[in-house]
């Protein structure tokens, strides 16, 4: 009789100290995206099957120990073996006991730092994997590039701390210098530090995408919603006018969901009411994401234009129509254009497109013929992202369901984009990255000259305070001297946030109260 193998789909993480749990688990989930990985502490109970055979490349489990002076990995593969490394980490017997709180936090950063870096070339040695961003998982891996710029530290300095304390590539490396360089000078010619902006979320959208997590609901099934919700998200709006007095608005952005799911009526009614009670005076730019073609009409268009909106974004994510069809766009590629054209016919000047690389069942040769398209259109950006898995998806809710419709060749379609920007006079402008993204890639915004999304910037650098309504927006305060950032959010569901408004605005109120004394100046 033929010996049944038996696999072990699950990594199971075991911590001395658990705290360490948001470090380890996404680096491990970048090595084995496909994995189930669970993480415990060292002092709970674990029930792992025995008797499992496999090849040297199978993690079983994986265990660290944390101690002052040394940090201890130890791997259990499937085929029985196991295989152990340590770092000493005595640098911290240097520092005395009275150290400073940004010490203690250098401190820390280094021990995390070492811990990862001895993890990263134990799971490459047994995947052999190389990550493009190496130990880096965070969403803003430029804004390491950007601070030690701001501090006025060498490039050649920043490359190499990017390489050896990171791990990055040279790739990724240029690419964050480059970026943040871009970043600081358009930065530089607007007083981002003395002013503040403004995001309003709507929630609304005409279907909910496969890959889709954000707060969204169907104007279909939630319309009815949308004159109760505009009530209450004046109410916010109205609170909101007095939070900064001695502070100028730079930018305005309304995101979603998506904003054009409204009427003309409604988005002329709401962007009214915005004008009405914030100082436009020092608005550098006002973008509305008008998103989804099929939901944008000529009339809705002339109104973002005489509301004085500046940019906006069509976004087709793909160019190829049964793509569109099985991630629940609900419309055609020729409405894409058609809504372009439009958008260009009611004198819109500055338009982004997004697309998505790594959409299931696609490969580069879609990607390709989607850049050839969105070039005949010739917007003023591009921002191209890397589908990212989130939990509250359907495509990961589902994922049996579409587990044979797996993009193949990522890598080489974010080498298209490059390509394509290159040759048609984008330059890359801001760069974020989210957890379970395809091939562990990031989002890159590139723009012509003088179109860039200063939003974008701003709220991805967190260089200023985001000030944000609507249901599911999050707050964001930013305090430069004390290198703090505070978030304050609003309740996701529409009918939470129309009953709950008060309580939202109270929120707020609290906190400003409570970090600046009542007013922000």
């Not at 710029?149 to 304390?165: C, P, V």
């Not at 054009?260 to 994401?289: C, I, P």
Request: glycine content about 8%; hydrophobic content about 35%.
């Amino acid at each position: 009789m033929q010996a049944v193998r038996l696999v072990w789909k699950m990594i199971v993480i075991v911590l001395s100290d658990k705290s360490y749990e948001n470090d380890v688990y996404p680096l491990v989930k970048a090595f084995y995206p496909e994995k189930t990985i669970k993480v415990f502490g060292q002092q709970e109970t674990i029930d792992i099957p025995a008797g499992l055979s496999g090849s040297i490349e199978e993690i079983q489990a994986i265990h660290i120990e944390f101690d002052p002076d040394k940090i201890s990995v130890i791997l259990l593969l499937q085929s029985g073996q196991t295989l152990s490394e340590e770092v000493l980490t005595d640098w911290n017997k240097s520092l005395s006991v009275n150290i400073s709180a940004d010490r203690d936090k250098k401190l820390k950063s280094q021990y995390k730092n070492a811990m990862k870096r001895l993890l990263y070339h134990m799971l490459s040695a047994v995947s052999g994997k190389k990550l493009p961003w190496g130990i880096l998982t965070g969403i803003r891996p430029t804004k390491i590039a950007y601070e030690l710029l701001e501090k006025g530290i060498t490039k050649e300095a920043i490359r190499s701390n990017m390489r050896e304390e990171y791990l990055c590539s040279e790739e990724k490396t240029e690419m964050s210098i480059r970026i943040a360089g871009r970043e600081r000078k358009l930065l530089q010619e607007m007083d981002y530090q003395k002013g503040y902006s403004l995001y309003i979320g709507i929630p609304f959208c005409p279907s909910t995408c496969l890959y889709c997590s954000f707060p969204s609901y169907s104007i279909e099934r939630f319309g009815s919603y949308t004159e109760d919700y505009l009530r209450a998200l004046e109410k916010e709006i109205i609170y909101a006018s007095g939070c900064f007095p001695g502070r100028k608005l730079t930018t305005v952005y309304f995101g979603g969901g998506t904003p054009t799911s409204l009427s003309a009526k409604q988005l002329g009614y709401l962007l009214g009411a915005v004008k009405k009670y914030f100082d436009f005076t020092n608005v550098r730019e006002f973008s509305v994401e008008a998103g989804r073609p099929d939901s944008i009409t000529k009339e809705k268009l002339e109104v973002l234009k005489g509301c004085g909106v500046d940019r906006i974004s069509i976004n087709p994510q793909s160019m190829q129509q049964r793509t569109l069809d099985l991630i629940g766009r609900k419309h055609t590629v020729e409405q894409i254009k058609e809504a372009f054209y439009l958008a260009r016919e009611t004198g819109h000047d500055n338009i982004n497109m997004d697309m998505i690389i790594g959409l299931p069942g696609e490969a580069p040769g879609d990607v390709a013929d989607t850049l050839r398209q969105i070039r005949e259109l010739d917007p003023e950006s591009l921002t191209v992202h890397t589908l990212a898995l989130k939990r509250a998806a359907r495509l990961n809710i589902e994922k049996d369901a579409y587990a044979g419709l797996k993009a193949t060749g990522v890598p080489e379609m974010l080498e298209e984009t490059i390509r394509f920007a290159e040759e048609n006079a984008y330059l890359p402008y801001y760069l974020y990255r989210q957890k379970n993204m395809a091939d562990n890639l990031e989002n890159i915004g590139y723009a012509r000259y003088g179109k860039e999304g200063l939003y974008n910037i701003l709220i991805m650098e967190e260089q200023q305070t985001i000030l944000a309504l609507g249901a599911g927006a999050m707050s964001k305060f930013v305090f430069p001297g004390e290198h703090r950032i505070e978030r304050v959010d609003n309740v996701k569901s529409i009918t939470d946030y129309i009953g709950r408004i008060d309580e939202m605005i109270a929120r707020k109120r609290a906190f400003i109260e409570a970090n600046y004394g009542g007013s922000v100046n």
